[in-house]
């Protein structure tokens, strides 16, 4: 995917770095198109939470992935 500043990006390893998380069961990279002036998509993931675990946005934002 490409996103805005010109980058190309790859959701792999995103989605490899994400999963190795033990918080997280499973997870998928996508490309969302955040504005129609902007050229590109912002790589964005959705998680799926290891069973008992509830992940919020701020748990999300504090790991060092």
Do not use: W, Y
């Amino acid at each position: 995917m490409k996103r805005p500043d010109g980058h190309q990006v790859s959701p792999i390893p995103i989605e490899n770095a994400i999963n190795h998380d033990e918080m997280v069961k499973d997870c998928v990279v996508v490309g969302i198109k955040k504005s129609k002036l902007l050229q590109g998509v912002i790589p964005t993931a959705f998680l799926v939470p290891t069973e008992g675990i509830s992940l919020g946005a701020k748990s999300v934002e504090d790991t060092n992935l």
